[in-house]
C-alpha cells in the first residue's frame, strides 16, 4: 500500500519519522509531499495513492476524482471540515480524523493569547492577571476540559456552556454550568471558543452574543475563524 503524507505545512520531523516508522514496519510505503505550493501538485502525487494523510489541506471531490485508487483519508486533526464528504462518500473513499491530537497544545495556545492580551503584549508596561477571572469554555470537548485543567492553575473562576455534555459531566471537572450561551457571555471576561464550523455554528459567533459580554472583555478564538461574523465583530468596536 502507497500511503501520501500531504501536507501543506509539514508536520515536524520527529512525527514524520514516527509515521515512517510505524508505516514502513508494516511493509507499507511512504511518500511525503510537504510545502506544495499549488493544487496540481496535490493532483499529481495522490493519482497512485492508497491512503492520504492531510492537516488543514483541502481534500475535495477534484483530489478524489485523481485519486483512482485512494481507499481512505485520515484528516491529523478535529474536525472533517476540510474534508469533502459527500464527495468521499461518492469515491468510496473513507473518512476519518484524530480527534484529542492537538488538544492540550491547543488549549496552551488559547491560553498564550490570554497572556499576551493580560499583559499588553510584554510590552513592560502595566498589565493585569488572569487569577480571579472569570473565563467561559464555549464548547466542552476534549480542548475545552484541557483548558479548564489549566485554568484552575491560573486561579480562574470557570464556566462552561455545552449542549451536548451533561451538565453533571461538567461539574465533575470543577466547573460551573451554564444554561445557554448567552449566560456564558455575560458573566465571563474571557471565552475561550471550541466549538466545531459546521453549518449550525458558522457565523453564529456575532453581535448578539458579544455584545453581552462585560467592558474590557476578550474572545479567544483557537477554533476555526469561519465559526465568528466578523461584520457584526466589527460593530462592538
Same mark, same amino acid.
Given at each position: 500500500?502507497?500511503?501520501?503524507?500531504?501536507?501543506?505545512?509539514?508536520?515536524?520531523?520527529?512525527?514524520?519519522?514516527?509515521?515512517?516508522?510505524?508505516?514502513?514496519?508494516?511493509?507499507?510505503?511512504?511518500?511525503?509531499?510537504?510545502?506544495?505550493?499549488?493544487?496540481a501538485d496535490l493532483l499529481n502525487a495522490v493519482k497512485d495513492a492508497d491512503a492520504l494523510i492531510v492537516r488543514s489541506d483541502l481534500?475535495?471531490?477534484?483530489?478524489?476524482?485523481?485519486?483512482?485508487?485512494?481507499?481512505?483519508?485520515?484528516?491529523?486533526?478535529?474536525?472533517?471540515?476540510?474534508?469533502?464528504?459527500?464527495?468521499?462518500?461518492?469515491?468510496?473513499?473513507?473518512?476519518?480524523?484524530?480527534?484529542?491530537?492537538? =488538544?492540550?497544545? @491547543?488549549?496552551?495556545?488559547?491560553? +498564550?493569547?490570554? &497572556? *499576551?492580551?493580560?499583559?499588553?503584549?510584554? $510590552?513592560?508596561?502595566?498589565?493585569?492577571?488572569?487569577?480571579?477571572?472569570?473565563?467561559?469554555?464555549?464548547?466542552?470537548?476534549?480542548?475545552?476540559?484541557?483548558?479548564?485543567?489549566?485554568?484552575?492553575?491560573?486561579?480562574?473562576?470557570?464556566?462552561?456552556?455545552?449542549?451536548?455534555?451533561?451538565?453533571?459531566?461538567?461539574? =465533575?471537572?470543577? @466547573?460551573?454550568?451554564?444554561?445557554? +450561551?448567552?449566560? &456564558? *457571555?455575560?458573566?465571563?471576561?474571557?471565552? $475561550?471558543?471550541?466549538?466545531?464550523?459546521?453549518e449550525q455554528t458558522k457565523k453564529s459567533i456575532g453581535y448578539r452574543l458579544l455584545k453581552l459580554m462585560p467592558e474590557n472583555a476578550v474572545l479567544v478564538n483557537t477554533a476555526r475563524k469561519e465559526v465568528i461574523?466578523?461584520?457584526?465583530?466589527?460593530?462592538?468596536?
Amino acid at each position: 500500500m502507497k500511503i501520501l503524507v500531504a501536507t501543506e505545512k509539514p508536520f515536524a520531523p520527529v512525527a514524520v519519522k514516527q509515521i515512517r516508522e510505524v508505516t514502513e514496519s508494516a511493509g507499507h510505503e511512504l511518500v511525503l509531499l510537504e510545502n506544495y505550493k499549488n493544487v496540481a501538485d496535490l493532483l499529481n502525487a495522490v493519482k497512485d495513492a492508497d491512503a492520504l494523510i492531510v492537516r488543514s489541506d483541502l481534500v475535495t471531490s477534484e483530489v478524489l476524482d485523481s485519486a483512482r485508487k485512494l481507499k481512505i483519508v485520515v484528516r491529523a486533526g478535529a474536525g472533517y471540515d476540510n474534508l469533502d464528504l459527500k464527495a468521499c462518500t461518492a469515491h468510496n473513499v473513507v473518512a476519518m480524523n484524530t480527534p484529542g491530537q492537538n =488538544s492540550n497544545a @491547543v488549549a496552551e495556545l488559547a491560553f +498564550a493569547l490570554m &497572556l *499576551y492580551q493580560a499583559r499588553g503584549g510584554f $510590552s513592560g508596561k502595566s498589565g493585569t492577571e488572569l487569577r480571579g477571572k472569570t473565563i467561559g469554555i464555549h464548547a466542552f470537548g476534549n480542548v475545552g476540559r484541557y483548558v479548564a485543567m489549566i485554568a484552575k492553575g491560573f486561579g480562574m473562576d470557570i464556566y462552561a456552556y455545552d449542549p451536548y455534555v451533561q451538565a453533571d459531566d461538567i461539574k =465533575s471537572s470543577g @466547573v460551573k454550568v451554564c444554561n445557554s +450561551a448567552e449566560e &456564558l *457571555y455575560s458573566v465571563c471576561q474571557y471565552v $475561550s471558543l471550541h466549538i466545531p464550523a459546521n453549518e449550525q455554528t458558522k457565523k453564529s459567533i456575532g453581535y448578539r452574543l458579544l455584545k453581552l459580554m462585560p467592558e474590557n472583555a476578550v474572545l479567544v478564538n483557537t477554533a476555526r475563524k469561519e465559526v465568528i461574523n466578523e461584520d457584526e465583530l466589527l460593530k462592538i468596536f
